[in-house]
């Protein structure tokens, strides 16, 4: 079993005030604190942690966008305020009888918190304001919060599980999704965390052979954000690189049927019972223009813009030309690359190129990113861009809004920008140069090989028949 003290430098400096790198003798069993354990308990304080720093704005019940100091108190949440913006306190069904710009699981658990917000506001205090409609409302937005921190934690350990089991002598890769900063600043931001975690299962159920377990978790996580469907591309890769390839691609068409069959019956009813309701969360991502956190709004700001009119077509050849890189870095590699390089590598591709680049975006990569590239070095560099975009996103939009002065220039704004892209580059450029020289690949040397009469499982439990990561070292 990989010992982060041992396995990792950076962690093994680290723990010198603890007492040093474990050393030949340490227990791996027995102990009732498991690497899982460890893990789920660190989240658990990392998720409140996250939850505490949000507490200016629950305050104030995040009551009024134009108001600086939502932003510049660093606790800025989508959640409350589409409470009250989407119709969501009263009576109406999101689709039906109002709008959402959401995909249609991610509605569904918007739907359900919501009428669970109103009942548990009902029970601690029914008419809060003497009866003021805007101060209930306030009210049940910010029960409509707790509910969803609630969900989207339970979501997050569910993705630490996920994580830890995924590559069975590495359990302790849980815990760097645990203990991530961006799952502190962003966890409560948006529903993001629902698709993040059917995503890091899909991948376990991928190692594990559960090729309709698979095409299911994958269909609901484009039910919930669309880029879940992203992953049908590495895994296609992965089983052309597979020997043989025959019961591989079999394989990848029982997934790819179940995800389509799936996300199909997600969608169909509403789809079919309020079609113009449905169609909005299409119509209203076709519309964007770029905005904050993208490469293409930073070259905005500095004047060297994509026209309006040709940004979807240019971003969407920017897509496309990334994964035409991916798909030839797998299928020119030296050794089959691992499906968490290549699911990493896609989504980083389409987060890199999309219109917008929202903060809680970095959760639908860190689960990816830790079973790529399992480093402490690696993944802090990472996330301290992500941090420092985090902290001056608001302080940007605050200057927008209403501040009586403008906290980050246009010119500073963008060199931020930058530097988050850089950070996430950093990254994709490590796991590229991973698939090209695997011996620099942290988990090859932990993988899994169990012989059996019909086939030899390697990599991150993957099996051969379908891809395995090949590691002969």
């Given at each position: 079993m990989a010992l982060p003290t041992r396995d990792d430098p950076v962690a093994a400096a680290s723990s010198e005030w603890l007492g040093g790198p474990a050393g030949v003798r340490v227990a791996t069993s027995g102990s009732w604190w498991t690497p899982v354990r460890v893990a789920l308990a660190v989240a658990c304080v990392v998720l409140a942690l996250g939850v505490l720093a949000d507490a200016p704005c629950r305050a104030t019940g995040w009551a009024d966008r134009s108001d600086p100091t939502l932003w510049t108190a660093q606790c800025y949440s989508d959640v409350p305020l589409l409470y009250r913006e989407r119709g969501l306190a009263g009576s109406d069904l999101v689709y039906r009888d109002t709008a959402l710009e959401y995909p249609v699981l991610t509605g569904a658990v918007v739907q359900v918190s919501?009428?669970?917000?109103?009942?548990?506001q009902w029970v601690v205090d029914p008419d809060p304001g003497g009866g003021d409609a805007q101060t209930l409302a306030i009210a049940e937005s910010v029960r409509f919060y707790e509910v969803s921190a609630l969900l989207m934690g339970v979501a997050a350990l569910v993705m630490v599980v996920a994580t830890a089991r995924t590559v069975r002598r590495r359990p302790w890769d849980g815990l760097?999704?645990?203990?991530?900063?961006?799952?502190?600043?962003?966890?409560?931001?948006?529903?993001?965390l629902l698709p993040a975690a059917l995503t890091a299962v899909a991948v376990l159920a991928w190692t594990r052979e559960r090729a309709a377990v698979v095409g299911v978790l994958l269909g609901l996580g484009a039910a919930a954000k669309l880029y879940p469907a992203l992953l049908l591309l590495p895994l296609l890769l992965v089983c052309l690189r597979a020997r043989p390839r025959g019961p591989a691609l079999t394989r990848w068409t029982v997934t790819t049927a179940t995800t389509a069959a799936t996300w199909?019956?997600?969608?169909?009813?509403?789809?079919?019972?309020?079609?113009?309701?449905?169609?909005?969360f299409w119509t209203f991502n076709a519309d964007r223009d770029a905005e904050f956190g993208s490469p293409w709004f930073a070259l905005d700001l500095v004047g060297g813009g994509v026209p309006a009119d040709r940004l979807d077509l240019v971003a969407a050849s920017a897509v496309v030309a990334g994964l035409l890189l991916v798909a030839g870095l797998a299928l020119l590699a030296p050794h089959p690359p691992r499906?968490?390089?290549?699911?990493?590598?896609?989504?980083?591709?389409?987060?890199?190129?999309?219109?917008?680049?929202?903060?809680?975006?970095?959760?639908?990569?860190?689960?990816l990113a830790v079973l790529a590239r399992p480093r402490w070095r690696d993944l802090l560099i990472w996330q301290a861009a992500e941090a420092a975009h985090f902290v001056v996103v608001w302080l940007f939009i605050a200057g927008r809004v209403g501040a009586t002065e403008r906290l980050?220039?246009?010119a500073g704004y963008a060199t931020v920008v930058a530097l988050r892209a850089a950070g996430l580059v950093w990254l994709v450029a490590v796991v590229v140069r991973d698939v090209l020289r695997p011996e620099h690949d942290p988990v090859r040397p932990y993988q899994d090989i169990v012989a059996a009469p019909h086939r030899v499982r390697e990599g991150v439990g993957e099996p051969a028949t379908v891809g395995g990561a090949g590691a002969r070292a």
């Open positions: 919501a009428w669970v917000a109103r009942a548990a760097l999704v645990a203990a991530a900063p961006v799952l502190l600043l962003t966890s409560t931001i948006n529903w993001d199909a019956a997600v969608n169909l009813p509403v789809a079919l019972l309020a079609p113009d309701g449905w169609g909005l499906l968490a390089q290549l699911a990493f590598l896609t989504v980083a591709v389409f987060v890199l190129a999309n219109k917008v680049w929202s903060p809680q975006y970095a959760l639908w990569l860190l689960p980050v220039t246009d």
